[in-house]
């Protein structure tokens, strides 16, 4: 499965920014979705993930209340509103092949699939 995230840019705090995931695979609604992101001297970090019927949702702490995820039948979409310059970072998209409805990848160790990433920049 390859993954590509879009929608990545320069903005100022405050401003918004929608990323966009999509899969080189039909079934893209069998797979579980998450969004993580590393910033520069930092850890990959999660950001937020849904399962594949899309009822589950977990978003990690530092967005919650800000970001939004949602998917429909071929893209996972990241809704994130009032940007920080701390949400600075390159944002991944990743999927797990894991056969289960309510499974969430949050580790970047339960992911099996990663997309190259798109940089995100928020000024002060």
């Known amino acids: 499965v390859q993954l590509q995230a879009s929608g990545g840019g320069l903005v100022q705090a405050g401003d918004s920014l929608r990323l966009s995931c999509t899969a080189s695979?039909?079934?893209?609604?069998?797979?579980?979705v998450g969004w993580f992101r590393q910033a520069p001297g930092k850890d990959r970090e999660f950001v937020a993930g849904?399962?594949?019927?899309?009822?589950n949702i977990k978003y990690g702490d530092s967005v919650k209340g800000r970001f939004t995820i949602s998917r429909d039948k071929s893209t996972v979409s990241l809704q994130m509103n009032n940007l920080k310059p701390e949400d600075t970072a390159v944002y991944y998209c990743?999927?797990?092949?894991?056969?289960?409805?309510?499974?969430?990848?949050?580790?970047?160790?339960?992911?099996?699939?990663w997309g190259p990433g798109t940089l995100v920049t928020v000024s002060s």
């Open positions: 990743a999927a797990d092949q894991v056969a289960n409805n309510q499974f969430i990848p949050t580790k970047s160790a339960e992911v099996d699939f």
């Open positions: 695979v039909r079934t893209f609604t069998e797979y579980p």
């Open positions: 849904i399962s594949r019927t899309g009822r």
